[in-house]
């Protein structure tokens, strides 16, 4: 995949040109790379849920912040292959298992590998984000059969310390160097609505943009703001401003699956529809993110039959 060297103020001027022009840029970059023009549908589930020791002052799941979250233990195969089943006989064509862990330990990646592989046997592409990984960590979970692994940049670096300073951004980017060496694809993007200027978001694209190679995978999430969590009372996003941003993900990454993430329930079916104009050809589909809720599989039934979209999986 072909890596363009994008300054943040080259990137700072697309997030500010005219809205039908960025539009139309975007929309032309989309149908030029993604004739097809399908939207994947990746459903997630929480593996391990809570209790988690980093402080990211977006997550309900922190043991940190006074959420009403409580924290499990891992789930047992047997759960997973049913949520997954679920996932798969309502269209999802990939499957993400999300861990609230700052760094797994080996005996964690041996039982998410055997997650995996059950998981991959049932025919759908496999995705995890388990926090920081070390390099034979990576290698264990790409021979048991991950697809991707998923470690958001969330953030630019300047403004990176305001939300987490229990690691660091270097943090970040090492593990997904150790998975992209592993021969795992990426999946990386951010969080809008963190209070950060727009400056702050050229530099989350930029930084995202100028991997080498660029993430196959790239979740774009509205803040889900939740009580308790630091960020809990931020403000509203403006949702012109995040179809910007996923406009702006288009041009800089044209082959990536740009993925419309958390917060789809505040911004409602025409700015979702937006999105798709500007280039977004993947979401979350299932009832729930992690802990917080998504739009029911219902609603994206009809959303999916209203706008005549192709979808990867069958939904019927
Ligand atoms: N613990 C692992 C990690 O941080 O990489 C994996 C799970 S963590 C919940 C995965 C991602 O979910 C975060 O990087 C962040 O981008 C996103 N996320 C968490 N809470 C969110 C929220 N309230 N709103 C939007 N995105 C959120
Ligand atoms: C991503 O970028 N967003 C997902 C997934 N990757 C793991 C998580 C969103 C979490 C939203 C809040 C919650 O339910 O915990
Ligand atoms: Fe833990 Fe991940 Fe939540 Fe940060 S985002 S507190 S690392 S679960």
Redesign the pocket.
Known sequence: MPTGEWTVEQVHALLEKPFLDLIHDAQTVHRQHWPDGDIELAT?L?IKTGGCPENCG????SAQFETG?KAEKLLAVDEVLRAAQVAKDAGASRF?M?AAWRSPKDRDIAQVSTLVAAVKGLGLETCA?LGMLEPHQAVELQQAGLDYY?H?LDTSPDYYPAIVDTRTYQDRLDTLAHVRAAGIQV?C???IGMGETVAHRAGLLAELANLSPYPESV???SL?R?PGTPLGDSDPIDPIDFVRVIAVARILMPKARV?L???RKELGEAVEALCFVAGANSI?YGD???????PDTDADRTLIQKLGLRTTGSVT
């Not at 977006?58 to 799941?61: D, G, I, S, T, V």
């Not at 729930?288 to 998504?294: H, I, Y």
């Open positions: 997630l929480s977006y997550c309900p799941q979250v993400c999300g984000t998923n958001n999946c993007g951010g969080i979740p774009i999430n889900v939740v993925r993430s958390a917060g979350f729930k993110l992690l802990v917080t809720g998504n």
